[in-house]
């Protein structure tokens, strides 16, 4: 059975950061590529980054630049590192398992989010 765990969200004014860390079981980690969705309220979930099973990082327009994606594979765990967060970063944030054929595919594995709120 396929689990992953989110963690790591909070409450940050603008400008501030976080890391959102994602841990992993039940699959084969390092085969996976694996991305971080988000979702706010009344918006569809988005992928905001990705990386592929060889380390490859990719990221929505609205990330670059600010977000870095990253993976351990040694402790089946994948995090998101963002800096200079605004108000519109504001979402439930998923992780997920998927594979990367030019662009990024999500299997049905999801973790159950982690909130981050940004506020001034």
């Known amino acids: 059975q396929v689990q992953l765990v989110e963690s790591g969200g909070g409450l940050v004014q603008p400008g501030e950061s976080l890391t959102l860390s994602c841990s992993a079981s039940?699959?084969?980690?390092?085969?996976?590529?694996l991305g971080w969705y988000r979702q706010s309220p009344g918006k569809q979930r988005e992928l905001v980054a990705a990386?592929?099973?060889?380390?490859?990082?990719h990221y929505a327009d609205s990330a670059k630049g600010r977000f870095t994606i990253s993976r351990d594979n040694a402790k089946n765990m994948v995090y998101l590192q963002m800096k200079s967060l605004k108000s519109e970063d504001t979402a439930v944030y998923y992780c997920?398992?998927?594979?990367?054929?030019?662009?990024?595919?999500?299997?049905?594995?999801w973790g159950q989010g982690t909130q981050v709120t940004v506020f001034s």
């Open positions: 039940g699959l084969a980690f390092s085969i996976y590529a």
């Open positions: 997920n398992a998927g594979y990367y054929s030019g662009t990024y595919n999500p299997y049905d594995f």
């Open positions: 990386i592929t099973e060889g380390g490859t990082a």
